[in-house]
């Protein structure tokens, strides 16, 4: 089995790999995307017309990274010529501190936020019901994940990437600090560098090659909830709740209003899901949409089964350690950032420059 020379292998074709496989190309890398999975699939965490976009964190270092990703997805848009980012607005709001934390890190960042009151948001977006202060970002929204991934592997291959789907990565040999072999099913790639961006599944793949953080695989399900009023204004949206859950949520055209708890699912292992929802934890978040949404029919809804792989910070891990480039543990909150990702991996292959220690292993 002879294989194939190449500088970088990227494994996953989700949001992160696809992102890091458009930036190396456009550096000139000669790169290769293998992905296990067929076109668009829905067994990861990438799938689905919306994700909330925000510059709205509590830690500048989000912050930051969320204002990369910013100007890299109107770049990636410019490119492909397909609309991916739509601002809409985004509201947080609860009885909780971290919303001041959140609004101070925004105002010290110099981003636009404001404090509205309940009843001017309610008279705003009449949907959702505030629970305390509410804070209000404009520069916030909603991405397009399909269309995104759709977009990344599009630009790729423009640039001279190879993207290979239904493509799975069976094991990675270290040959040492410049060498790694990739083996699919019947095949090996001989590579500078492997960039490993397999979502649910790093453990499996790297679990014997590196130390990880530890890292949670849910399966999580939110939901389409059916607006009442077709021309209401909906913002993204998040509640905070002490003690309790954190909601959040945005509309979706043409689906409907999607509310979800952030990362209760049960463990589970990717290869081994069910798809369904929890039927207990579906009637909590109808109870809460019945509380919360007035905007929404709480009877008519359809469930979305998804992925979280969680790090006990919620931190990322972006890291290099020979010749393997992991990224991982995006912890239900990844995708705003899937460009600026994308950047950090080919750094990290190409010039070794590492990202803000946060990121590093064993950060966890
Ligand atoms: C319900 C839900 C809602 C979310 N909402 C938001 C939001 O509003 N805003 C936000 O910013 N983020 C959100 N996120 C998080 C975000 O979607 C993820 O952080 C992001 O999609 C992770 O991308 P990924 O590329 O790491 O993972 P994935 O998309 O899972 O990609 C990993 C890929 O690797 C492939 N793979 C695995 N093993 C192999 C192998 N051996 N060989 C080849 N290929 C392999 C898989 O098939 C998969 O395609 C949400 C996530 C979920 C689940």
């Known amino acids: ?20 496989a458009w930036r190396l190309a456009g550096r000139g890398a000669d790169v290769v995307l293998l992905e296990r999975f067929e076109p668009g699939h829905v067994r990861g965490a990438s ?18 990274l969320a204002q990369e ?14 609309p991916l980012l739509t601002v809409t607005g985004s509201v947080n709001h609860g009885r909780t501190p971290d919303l001041d934390v959140l609004a101070d890190a925004v105002e010290a960042a110099g981003v636009p936020g404001q404090w509205l009151a309940a009843e001017e948001a309610a008279e705003r977006w009449p949907g959702l019901r505030y629970e305390g202060k509410v804070f209000f970002h404009p520069a916030s929204g909603r991405l397009h994940a399909d269309h995104a991934v759709a977009a990344l592997q599009e630009r790729a291959a423009a640039l001279g990437a190879v993207v290979r789907h239904r493509t799975p990565v069976v094991s990675i040999t270290v040959k040492g600090d410049d060498a790694v072999d990739v083996h699919t099913g019947d095949d090996v790639y001989h590579a500078r560098r492997v960039v490993v961006a397999a979502g649910a599944w790093t453990e499996k793949l790297l679990g014997g090659l590196m130390t990880l953080p530890p890292l949670r695989v849910t399966q999580e399900q939110p939901a389409h909830f059916t607006p009442l009023r077709a021309d209401d204004a909906w913002p993204s949206f998040a509640h905070h709740r002490d003690g309790e859950f954190g909601v959040y949520g945005l509309a979706t055209p043409g689906e409907g209003i999607k509310i979800g708890f952030h990362g209760i699912g049960p463990v589970v292992d990717p290869d081994e899901r069910d798809f369904r929802p929890e039927p207990r934890q579906l009637e909590t978040l109808r109870d809460y949409a019945r509380e919360w949404l007035p905007g929404v029919d709480p009877d008519a809804y359809t469930p979305i089964s998804c992925t979280y792989t969680t790090t006990p910070t919620s931190d990322f891990a972006l890291d290099r350690v020979g010749p393997i480039v992991v990224a991982a543990g995006f912890s239900g909150h990844g995708f705003k950032f899937v460009p600026a990702v994308g950047r950090v991996l080919a750094d990290l292959a190409l010039t070794g420059e590492r990202p803000d220690a946060r990121f590093r292993l064993p950060a966890f």
């Open 69 to 82: 990703a910013h100007g890299l997805w109107r770049e990636l848009e410019a490119e492909s010529g397909v």
């Open 47 to 64: 799938h689905g017309a919306s994700r909330i976009f925000r510059v709205s964190y509590g830690e500048p270092v989000y912050i930051r």
């Open 1 to 20: 089995m002879a294989g194939h020379e190449v500088d970088v292998v990227v494994v996953g074709g989700g949001g992160m790999g696809s992102a890091a």
